[in-house]
Nanobody, 115 residues
Framework: QVQLVESGGGLVQPGGSLRLSCAASRIIFSIYAMGWYRQAPGKQRELVAGITSGGITNYVESVKGRFTISRDNAKNTVYLQMNSLKPEDTAVYYC?????????WGQGTQVTVSS
C-alpha cells in the first residue's frame, strides 16, 4: 500500500520559517510529479507548489519568492521550505503524488502562523 507521510508542521510566528517533508513508500518515486496542497478552514484545497519528475517547479502566486519545493529521489522525499510565513498561510498542508492512472495523498500536517 502506497504511503505518503508528511512531517514538519507546527506553530510559528509571522515572518518565521518551516520545512515540510513528505516521505513516500511503495511507489517508484522518481516517476511521479509531486505537489503540496493546502486547505484552510472554510476554503477549498489549493495547489501551493508542484515539481515534475524532471524537476520543473511551479507555485501559486501568493507564495512565490517565499516557498521552495524540492525533491530528493534517493530518499523518496519531497520538501517544502516555507519562509516569511504569514497568518494567511495557516492551513493543513497535504502531499500529493500523481502520474497517469495514479493519484495518492498524505494525511496532512497542520501549519499555524500566529503571534
Amino acid at each position: 500500500q502506497v504511503q505518503l507521510v508528511e512531517s514538519g508542521g507546527g506553530l510559528v510566528q509571522p515572518g518565521g520559517s518551516l520545512r515540510l517533508s513528505c516521505a513516500a513508500s511503495r511507489i517508484i518515486f522518481s516517476i511521479y510529479a509531486m505537489g503540496w496542497y493546502r486547505q484552510a478552514p472554510g476554503k477549498q484545497r489549493e495547489l501551493v507548489a508542484g515539481i515534475t519528475s524532471g524537476g520543473i517547479t511551479n507555485y501559486v502566486e501568493s507564495v512565490k519568492g517565499r516557498f521552495t519545493i524540492s525533491r530528493d529521489n534517493a530518499k523518496n522525499t519531497v520538501y517544502l521550505q516555507m519562509n516569511s510565513l504569514k497568518p494567511e498561510d495557516t492551513a493543513v498542508y497535504y502531499c500529493n503524488a500523481v502520474r497517469v492512472g495514479a493519484d495518492y495523498w498524505g494525511q496532512g500536517t497542520q501549519v499555524t502562523v500566529s503571534s
